[in-house]
C-alpha cells in the first residue's frame, strides 16, 4: 500500500514538472544521440605532429612490435606488383593436333605432294611455336612484355612477341614454302586458327600471391627501446615508429572486452559538452530553457551538424570541411543573440572534433570561421548580408588553412588545391540560411532577425493603413521605436524585436483613431460628448483591437505581447481622476478605468511600456527644457514602478537608472534642448 502511494506521489511530482522532464529527456536523447555518431575505438594516449617537438616524456617501447610502412609506400609497392603482373598463357595442343589432321585430309588434290608435305611442316612449326588471338585482354601487351606459357604443368617464360598471329602464322607458311597454289592457300587460312589462350584465373591467382607476399612492415622494435625522447623533433622515421605503436596498442584495445570503456568515456565527455550548454542556459537565458520547442531547436541544430559530418566521413570522395558549420552559429544568431549562437557554436565544434581525423586543426579552423560568422552578422540589416558573411568566411577559411599548412609543412608547396575547393563549396552552402530560416519559423514557429526587419518596414499594408487613418498615432510610434531601440541597445535585449512592437503596439487605434488625442487636428475632442466610463472604455479598447488586428494580419505572437502589454494593467489615469473628481463617492469598480493587461514580462516589453508613457506624455509639457523632461521622465517612469508593473519582467533598476539617461538626452534632442553654459 505505501509503495503504491509512493509511486503515485511520484508520478504526480513528474507530472507537476512534466515540461522539466521533458527538456531533460530532449538531452539525454541528443546525448545518446551523439554517442552513437561518435567513433567508439579507443584513443592514443599522445598527440604529436610529424615535424614538431614531441612534447611528452619520454617514449619507451612497452613491448615488441613490428614497423609498419607508410600507407603511401605500400600503395606504391603495390602499383609496382600490378606493372610487373605476370601474364599466363596456355598452349592447347589438340587444336594443333586437330587442324593438322583436317589439313592432310582436305589437301590431296590441291597441290603436288612436295607443296603439301611443306606446307603440313610449316603449318606444324606456326602451331608449335604458338598462335595467339590478339583481344581486348592482351591486345595491350607490347612484344617485348614477358610472358608465361603452360604447356601441361609446365611454364615456360616467353617474350610476347614471340608468339605469332594468325596473319603472321600465315605469312610465315608462305615465307617457308614459297608459292603455293590458290586453293591449297585457302585451306592453310581455313586451317590456321590460335591454340594459345590467355588464362585470366592463373593470371589473377599469381597476382594474389604476389601481393600476398608483400609484407606491411618493414622493420622491429624491442621492448624497452626508446623510441623518442621528450623535445625530439618527430622526423619520419620516428614518426612511422610511433604510428605503428599507435597502431598496435588501438589493435590491442579493439577486443569486444575493451570497447565498453571507450564508449562510458564519450558517454561521459557528451554528458559534460551538454552539462555546460544546459547549464549556460540555466543561467544567462532561462526563457530559452523555459521553452521546451526552444530547445529541441538548438539540439536539433548540434545533431544535424554531427550527423553531415558522420555523412561526410563515411562516404569516400568527400571531405570533412564540406560540412557547413558556420551555417550553425548563423542561425542561432539569427533566431536569438550573439552570446548562445557562439556557445553553441563551441559545443558543437568540441563534440565534433571527436569525429575529424585532426581534431586541433578541426577545432581551431572551425572556432574561429564561427566566431567570423557571428561577427558578420552581428547587427542583421538586410538580406545581402549572408552574401558578404559567406566572403568573409571563405577568407578566414583561406587564411587559416594556409596558416596551418605553413606551420606543418613550411612551405606553400603543400597547399592542397582541392581543399579551397571544399572550404569554397562548404561556405556557398551557408547561402542556403535565409531559406532555411524560413523553414525553421514555419516548422518551429520562432521569429528572426530577418524577419523582424520585415515586419519593421514602414511601407506593409499594417503600417501604411496605420499612417492614413491615424497619422498622429503613427509618428508616436515611430518615436516611440527610437526611445525604445536605443535603451534596449544600452541594457541588452533585442533591439529589431522592440522596435518591431513599438510600430505595432498602437495600430488599435486604427477603429477609433479621432478618440486619441495625437490625432485631433481640429481642436475638436469627441470625449466631451461621453461619460468618464464611455471615455475609458474606448481608450481600453484599442488593446483589444490591435491583438484582433494582429491576429487578422498573422503577426508573430512576440509581436501580439508588445500590444497585450504596452499598458499592463494600469489605470487610465486622466478619465479615472475626473470621474473621482466629480464623483467623490462614486461607487464604480476602479477595473472599469483599467486595462486587461497582462503586465510586461521581459526586458523589451517593459522599455516600450516606459517609451510608450514617457513620448506620450512629452507631447503635453508646457515648456521644453532639461529640467522639466527629467521631472517628466522620472515622473512618469517611477509612477510605472509604483503601480507594479515590472513586477514579471527580468530588469533591474540599474536598467531603469539607464533606461532614464538614454530617455532624458534622446528627448531633449528631439525638442532642441540645448545645454545653458555659465557666463
Known sequence: MHIALSFKNIAKSLWNRHDFVVRIALFGIAILTIVWLLPKEAKFAFEYEKGKPWLHENLIAPFDFPIRKPIQDVDAEKLTIVKAKHYYFRYDAAVADKQLEKFRQESNGLGSKAAIDASARALEKAFSDGIVLLDESVYSLKPDKEIYLLK????????????????????????????????????????????????????????????????????????????????????????????????EILLQQGSNEGKLWPVIGLVLLVSMAMLILYLFLALFRKDILADNVKVLFILFQILLMLVLSKIAIKVDGINLYVVPFCLLPMIIRTFFDTRLALFTHLVTCLVGAFLAPNGFEFLFLQIIAGIVAIFSIAKLQNRSQFFFSTLVIFLAYLAIYIGLTLIRHGGFREIETSSIYWFALSVTFTLFAYPIIYLYEKIFGLLSDVSLLELSDINGKLL???????????????????????????????PLLVRAGALYHDIGKIENPQYFIENQASGYNPHDELSFEESAAIIIHHVKYGVELAKKNNLPDEITDFIRTHHGNSVVQYFYHHYLKDFPMGTLDKNHFSYPGPKPFSKETAVLMMADGVEASSRSLRTYSAETIDQLVDKIIDNQIEQNQFSNADITFKNINQIKKIFKKKLQNIYHIRVEYPV
Open 152 to 247: 601441361g604443368r609446365e611454364a615456360s617464360p616467353i617474350l610476347f612477341g614471340e608468339l605469332l598471329t594468325p596473319q603472321q602464322a600465315y605469312d610465315q607458311i608462305l615465307h617457308q614454302t614459297g608459292h603455293l597454289p590458290n586453293a591449297l592457300q585457302e585451306l592453310l587460312i581455313d586451317c590456321i586458327i590460335h591454340n594459345v589462350f590467355f588464362d585470366p584465373t592463373t593470371t589473377e591467382k599469381v597476382l594474389k600471391e604476389d601481393m600476398t607476399e608483400l609484407s606491411p612492415f618493414k622493420g622491429k622494435v624491442a621492448a624497452g627501446i626508446r623510441i623518442v625522447s621528450r623535445g625530439d623533433v618527430v622526423d619520419d622515421e620516428t614518426f612511422e615508429i610511433v604510428e605503428s605503436l599507435k597502431s
Open 464 to 494: 501604411r493603413e496605420l499612417a492614413a487613418k491615424a497619422p498622429g498615432t503613427f509618428q508616436h510610434s515611430m518615436q516611440v521605436a527610437n526611445l525604445a531601440e536605443s535603451a534596449i541597445s544600452q541594457i541588452g535585449g533585442n
